[in-house]
């Protein structure tokens, strides 16, 4: 563990001997632009110039479902159904209230916000650790103090960039690398299970953009929801537009999921690091819940 004006350690990657994340965001890149033609497996493999047999075993070993199933995934008639199966849930939830932060993600995730005298002092007093991983969805920066994870982005290896906004939004806070521990954190994300300790997360933004992420923490995996819904779920039935803008603004990627968030229509939507990124999530989530069933 080093502080940040020394040499960083190299990162543990949990996916080093796994599928590699760039060559499976290719192959969703195609089958999301060709989910009308349904390409066979052949196809998909002459386009990524990988054998069938090793293309199948490395995308449902990443996956856990067949390519093919996976682009069934990936179809708007899929979205649409599954946006209209969340309007029930969400109206139920309307009913009674947003569940307090003990019943987030089932028990999996936990949060506080910071005060306004905390945002205010610009972290000052905090001690932030921080780190670079790897991740089921590529190369993974993650910012974290002794209350809970405070930052999660998708990185594409770009650490100094990274860790410069990290250090300006945090300005006052003293910084300690230790990508080790990182990389432990990182696979605890991408591996929770119900029973498991739930992860704490430590929230800084708006009154506004805490209602959005705590709305988005009541979307189940698997689930997926548009703007005018979480708008609805919020109080705020014709916020649609800033429900976006807070959206867009989470610091805290896959942990609060925005990826779950999609447009009416059953589009994907825009998303922070990458339409293919939310299509690959959505997919593997969609195939993890499948699998729990």
Known sequence: MEKTECNVHEPVALYEDGPSYHVIEKAIHFLSSHVQEQPSLSVLSQHLGI???????????????????????????????????????????????????????DLLVSCEAMTPGEI?????????????GDSPFGSTYVAW????????????????????????????????????????????????????????LLLKGTNFQLKVWEALLQVERGALVSYSQVAKLIGSPNA?????????????????????????????????????????????EAAQSDADD
């Open 120 to 132: 205010k002092a610009l972290g000052a007093g905090l001690e932030v650790f921080h780190g670079q």
């Open 145 to 200: 103090t002794g209350r809970g994870i405070c930052h999660l982005i998708f990185s594409e290896g770009q650490s100094e960039t990274h860790e410069q906004a990290l250090f300006q939004r945090w300005s006052g806070a003293c910084f300690t690398r230790d990508d080790q521990q990182a990389q432990g954190i990182i696979n605890t994300v991408f591996t929770l299970k119900k029973g498991d300790k739930p992860v704490h």
């Open 51 to 105: 054998s069938e047999g090793h293309l199948q075993r490395m995308f449902t070993q990443w996956a856990g479902v067949s390519p093919k199933r996976f682009m069934q995934y990936l179809t708007k008639e899929r979205a649409k159904h599954a946006l209209r199966q969340s309007k029930s849930v969400l109206d139920t939830a309307l009913d009674v209230g947003l569940s307090g932060p003990s019943r987030l993600h």
């Open 240 to 284: 649609s537009r800033a429900v976006g803008s807070a959206v867009g603004a989470n610091s805290l990627g896959f942990l609060i999921p925005c990826h779950r968030v999609i447009r009416e229509t059953g589009e994907m939507g825009h998303y922070r690091w990458g339409i293919d990124r939310k299509a690959a999530i959505l997919g593997w």
